[in-house]
């Protein structure tokens, strides 16, 4: 079982920078996959990146690609998103989540874990 909590949200100007922190306790897996997912007010949940919990491979959604870092520190048991040149569009809720195995997925069904999501507003 893995817990997952988020935090570091905020509201921020047009081009500013924000860094999430996703915390994670409990059992965790070299294999596990940890993302970041965001939910704006009448959309659909979406992908916006990943990284796996050994390893320094990640992948990111075309949306956020050169704007957005997805990274890790295994010995803090937590796992980061920088956002850089934040635009109104960016805003969202944003949450964390865990899969099993080591296969990128950026389909919200094949996460088993999720945190309670932190809330991210960007002005223009």
């Known amino acids: 079982q893995v817990q997952l909590v988020e935090s570091g949200g905020g509201l921020v100007q047009a081009g500013a920078s924000l860094r999430l922190s996703c915390a994670a306790s409990g059992r965790t897996f070299s294999s596990y996959n940890i993302a970041w997912f965001r939910q704006a007010p009448g959309k659909e949940r979406e992908f916006v990146a990943t990284?796996?919990?050994?390893?320094?491979?990640?992948y990111s959604a075309d949306s956020v690609k050169g704007r957005f870092t997805i990274s890790r520190d295994n010995a803090k048991n937590t796992v980061y998103l920088q956002m850089n040149s934040l635009k109104f569009e960016d805003t969202a809720v944003y949450s964390c989540?865990?899969?099993?195995?080591?296969?990128?997925?950026?389909?919200?069904?094949?996460?088993?874990?999720w945190g309670q999501g932190t809330q991210v507003t960007v002005s223009s």
């Open positions: 990284i796996r919990w050994s390893g320094t491979s990640t």
């Open positions: 989540a865990a899969k099993y195995g080591s296969s990128w997925s950026s389909y919200v069904g094949d996460y088993n874990y």
